[in-house]
């Protein structure tokens, strides 16, 4: 990160405050916009860029059931297939409190309320720039 404007290394458009919406890729927006319309909660995007080469972004979602989970799962991972993203992986699909879908430069977690508060990523990545759970189109 640079100090003085506070901007991301090799992202420049990027603060550590706020991700802003029109910034992220078109297709991790549309799979946001499939989760939101399946009602997952507490949405986040981190952007990983510049931090890590494993992925470049990391959304994170609550859902309130194992039922909810297996569609909103459907829902973007249809999403990102329209966009040409393909699935890498998926972890905790029977009924687990904890969803991982590896798309190889996004990560999705879905996650029941107790289990999301306990392992707190959003603590973990704090320094990282996040985009705040609200679409403005």
Same mark, same amino acid.
């Given at each position: 990160?640079?100090? *003085?404007? /506070? ?6 458009? *990027? ?7 029109? &910034?992220? $890729? ?20 981190? @952007?990983?860029? /510049? #931090?890590? $080469? #494993?992925? @470049? #972004?990391?959304?994170?979602?609550? *859902? &309130? ?14 999403? #990102?297939?329209?966009? /040409? !993203? ?8 029977? @009924?687990?409190?904890? &969803?991982?879908? @590896? ?5 999705? %977690? ?17 320094? !990282? $720039?996040?985009? $705040?759970?609200?679409? %403005? *189109?």
């Amino acid at each position: 990160m640079n100090e *003085v404007t /506070g901007s991301v290394e090799g992202n420049p458009n *990027v603060d550590l405050q706020s991700l802003k919406w029109e &910034l992220i $890729p078109l297709e991790v927006r549309h799979g946001v916009e499939a989760l939101k319309d399946k009602k997952v909660e507490g949405l986040r995007i981190y @952007d990983l860029r /510049g #931090f890590t $080469p #494993f992925c @470049d #972004f990391v959304i994170l979602g609550t *859902v &309130l059931s194992s039922v909810q989970a297996k569609v909103a799962m459907q829902s973007i991972i249809g999403a #990102f297939k329209e966009r /040409g !993203l393909k699935v890498y992986g998926i972890e905790g699909q029977d @009924d687990s409190t904890w &969803l991982l879908i @590896d798309f190889w430069d996004v990560v999705v %977690h879905l996650f029941r309320p107790d289990t999301r508060k306990y392992y707190n990523l959003e603590g973990l990545w704090a320094d !990282l $720039p996040w985009w $705040p759970g609200e679409i %403005h *189109v």
